[in-house]
């Protein structure tokens, strides 16, 4: 195989930022991988796993073995020093409650971190410990950490020194409600969220209950009621709200590989409900959705006659969100369709990255 | 291959009700061949299809090819009156429309009827206008028709001449809900159901929207805000609660053949609601669901960790009914799985015969 | 739960034989409870896993939660004394190596043994060594066990107290060969057998390799060139010939649940290969196939337009063989679709049982 | 949506080749425009569909909707003096025999073309009209036709005025058995490929046989014994073997929506099937295929304890190479995997269209 060719060396070495992804054998850190192979201003520099420590990144990943770098990049074993000294970003791509360890030692050393983990997602170690049942590991950095949704909290992403990059289901709800809720369209106590997500979402866990035939021909909702990111779900929407919300939120686990799709169903507030015209309160959320996003490069508002579908985002950076207004019920119904893997994970962790470095926000995205 | 096998020789010809199948090409027609062919006590004596008249059942369907039945019978034009020469009991897997054209002749001439589509699911013909879009094609039928879900109307479906089956969506919509609307348990405009469709929902059309590569790796929601079948869902619905019941439906088509998974959310009345032990509102919800249906031999509740998965249920004349006390909302959350084209369509109608021939209900079905 | 119905009280308590599975956690295992579940002459005594000790049948497979034999029965920890107590009959669905500990035993105590390993297959434990790495650990059985593919050894299936039934890649092989050869058609060495499996083939591991991302949207062969299986299909096609048989064997797994899909490439023998008319090839592979099979309830040969499809056996014991002369290459190629968990593990092994046991070969199998 | 993002805009207006794509609605037509959407060095000026004129190319595809040029530009009738005064290459994306008419009149008035068609694949109009059925539409175009497949044909296809991309079973095929044939390594009448194709590979026919109920949960051959697309691979196998050759071929469509899988067994010939040591055999094989292909960008060697998996090359413009040596059966195993519409069709074109600018062959491919 020719090793001349590829994106890899569209700038040249001194263009590009060392970075390094701790626990890079997950779908989220492969998915990590994949998107800083090709990223124009990144040199990989190291990826980490106790699993696969020795091998290269094309043996454990052959998808990617026309890269040069993952021919020749072997996955070592997790070591916060060794990473310092190799890398300016790291990308943690982590369990929960494991993430926080090796950020403290890295940002000791001047990295900047990006975490995928839920670690740094909550602001009160309270609430971390009412949903994950410990002891935040290192909670004198909640204060510090940048919730990662750029459409959200761009400025600070931008100069944070350590952004907790939400998860999937988080986005997927986050995006289309938070204007909403800010505009003061819709019952703070009426969000209920019904999510669908692709297996990946589950991450590489050798489980009786994601193989293959557990998963395909099967329908099934799961972490009933209480799941573990309502935490950081209901902290952006109360901030978002200027109040305290609390919404249902039923996820689903349905047979394809990647995609989140969740339909919200809400209760518009007296003003709009009472709106006679359906038409009207149609154009009022079409305006309120326009300008919380139209300049929004990862934000697609469908306003056709077709709804969201996860099909049209699968291995994207996009978000799509779709809406309807119902004469009667006076609900407003939206629907948002997301890779889980990509807006829900790697790609939202390297639109943060590009922030952080004043890139283009889209650059290597596209 | 020995014909003188399976379970149709297992009565003799004189204990066996002869059987037609109006429109038996499409997949509630299939699923009515495989379940009519495997009755004891049924002798299918004609299948009806335009466009495979001339063909033999095991042409059409190979997977039939084993019974001598479906190597010796050919399909034919659909024709009344040649029908009621040869069958008592006539099943109509018919499109909307289409089917009371025939029902009528069928009845005068002394066959009873049950019919699939959703022709006389509806008690009001102006109803039927609204929601089908022209005026009804049989009004006087009507009054006369029983809505076929055993476990509400059993006494009504045994001397019934005519039995509209229910569809999908109001099956496993209606009977999680009307048990908790009798025992004024929820609040009646609170109810949203978010229903999972296997294809086989979309009948076998050869419309782009459901070839194999559309469908695959996608998740779409569809048929927002007013989907038909709302008309009998909420008919039945407002007859379980004593008043008028809307409810919020949002229907979404998954890459499984099979299957749906309807997650209801709905708000408890003020006095459960109120209850300050979780324990004692699932207590009591427990109650309600095993008074209503712990006889029932197609209702299994699930009251284990674990939650209703359709593919428990696939190929199956089963629903499982299972569900969750969400302390923080005060909601209920109810979760139903069933077969589409069993529970849902023909093993309803299966059930529904035996029941109007007087035959221990499960007869062919387990 | 009405626990009245279904076909478990068709015959009487007098009438059924006592059964145990041993192993039946894993999908083999799980599909011979399906089947003996519902089989008219069969009252399952005793289920074993060590890993589910002490849970029902129902809390493992909640498939089966409407049998009532299903809610009571507990699986228990595997002990040949206590089985041999409980069963005349004892299905063995364990590991190779793992079943012929059991075998032993259960035979000596007067049990007749069902077994759905390879262990007793083999003719020769110098083969066996050879493929399965080990020493045989009961080579004194070998002589005695019964190669359990009926179509094949139908008279000494009927007087055996041990059956070793073939696996899913054999019987999707031996059944379209055997008669082949037989009949003298094809060159001996010429036979290329390129097999697609579903997944539940691997059984229920736990490895990333089977889980649902992983194999869902991938096609992949494996094991090659010298599958273990080939072993007991190379014996068994050398007896048919009357030579030794050397075949090439390619295996892949693809995304579907259930089913194999065997495709098989041969030469022609001169004589055949030479005859002009094509047509004349065609009708004399077609009355070698009849004479062979035409009596079989469980092989039906496809002779139209259409080519076997694995859908039309999923959850059938049936095989489907279609043929193919190609005039151009003057080869012959054969096709077998099966469900590998049917006719390819449980349902072969239950109509070994039915034979065991006098009944009509079908029962409980239509 | 921000417009000012993408990889639209990495050249200037005046670096960029404007093309044209005919036929844009198919899978192979979409899977172009998505490539020559994100290619640099391309300006996509017209796309023609008849079914969808009028319509821009982000509403008939809305996953490609974050692109400016989508959803500006409209899907037009198409007309070949129209086309030629906007693009200078054109892409027929069109069934078998509709291309031909184009090619004549597009490159008369001076564009340069690549047929994703079968309409000039062959040399010879005879054997078009055997395979085909009817006559060639434009025979005198053939001789000119360079087949576009860059690792046989790069100087060729360089200064082509009329490319015929070959199609996805064909590559799969071709490329692996070429070097072999060329070594002379193979016998040349034993090459016998057995290959399994997604859905996509169907096109977007809506036709009830590519439904998803009809393929999901299922696998079929299909096209037996004498599939169209026997002609061009023999007709290249035969150039690069310097004598006819006559294969056999296998198709079959399993349940995944991109992704061809070809396994082909081949006997060796005398000489290195009589070599005792495999090894040696296997070296002697592997030499051959990196001689033939380690400068090749888009071929990868696999050459470790692995076989080709689709899902290494999905969405990308791989073929992977892999193979055993039997020493069983002397035999030499070689499998391929590459993505149908990729590598396979619009990928291919893409390459080609690349060394026809002169631009690196990997250009928007990476």
Redesign the interface.
Known sequence: ??TE???ESSHGADDKVPVAIVGASG?SGEELVRLLL?HPRVQLAAVTSRQYAGQTVA?VF??F??YPTARELRFVEPNADVLARKARFVFLALPHGVAAEFALPLLKQGCRVIDLSADFRLRSATVYREFYGHDHPAPELLEQAVYGLPEIYRPAVKGAALVAAPGCYPTSILLPTIPLLRAGFIET?SV?A?S?S???GAG?????D?????????????G???HRHLSEIEQELSLAAGLPV???F?P?L??????I?T?L?TQLKAGLRDTRDATEVSRRVADCYRQA?????F????E?K???????????N?I?IGW???P??R?L?V?S?EDNLVKGAGGQAVQCFNLMNGF???TGL?
Chains 1, 2, 3, 4 share one sequence.
């Not at 934000?299 to 469908?302: E, K, S």
């Open positions: 195989m020719n060719h590829g994106t779908y090709r043996q052959p998808r073995a026309g106590d209920i019904h669908l692709g297996v990946s590489r866990k050798a489980e009786p994601y193989l293959f035939v557990e998963c395909n021909e099967s329908l099934r909702a799961y009933l009621p209480k609390t919404i249902q039923t689903h349905v047979p394809v590989n990647r995609g799709l339909t169903c996003y139209s300049a929004e490069p934000v697609r508002l469908v056709e077709r709804l969201p579908d996860t099909k049209n985002v699968v291995g994207t996009y799509d309807r207004f119902d009667r019920t609900r119904l629907i369709a283009d926000e889209t596209m």
